[in-house]
Nanobody, 123 residues
Framework: EAQLVESGGGLVQAGGSLRLSCTASGFTFDDFAVGWFRQAPGKEREGISC????????YYADSVKGRFTLSSGNAKNTVYLQMNSLKPEDTAVYYC????????????????WGQGTQVTVSS
């Protein structure tokens, strides 16, 4: 069974850091872009970062650019999202996902989803 499993969420003070992990089982990221969405209460889901598995290029939403870094792990089926300088507005459920077509602006092309991990940033 194809699955994405996230870990690393939690509670952190503003200005702090967290690292999220996403591991695929039952498939590899070879044929997909992979990255993260987030959804805050009462807001639409937002694509925040993804990496092209073809050439390793990374893309970021303006809201996280310069603070978040997406990277591939040594294992082909793992990616990490390093989140620094966290702000209260980063509070959301973070979802790992794969895309059949790399496009941060929509979840239309997302084909696999993790269960989500809560990130809470206190002020």
């Amino acid at each position: 069974e194809a699955q994405l499993v996230e870990s690393g969420g939690g509670l952190v003070q503003a200005g702090g850091s967290l690292r999220l992990s996403c591991t695929a089982s039952g498939f590899t990221f070879d044929d997909f872009a992979v990255g993260w969405f987030r959804q805050a209460p009462g807001k639409e889901r937002e694509g925040i970062s993804c990496i092209s598995k073809r050439d390793g290029s990374t893309y970021y939403a303006d809201s996280v650019k310069g603070r978040f870094t997406l990277s591939s792990g040594n294992a082909k089926n793992t990616v990490y999202l390093q989140m620094n300088s966290l702000k209260p507005e980063d509070t959301a459920v973070y979802y790992c996902a794969t895309w059949t077509r790399l496009d941060l602006s929509t979840d239309y092309y997302a084909n696999y989803w993790g269960q989500g991990t809560q990130v809470t940033v206190s002020s």
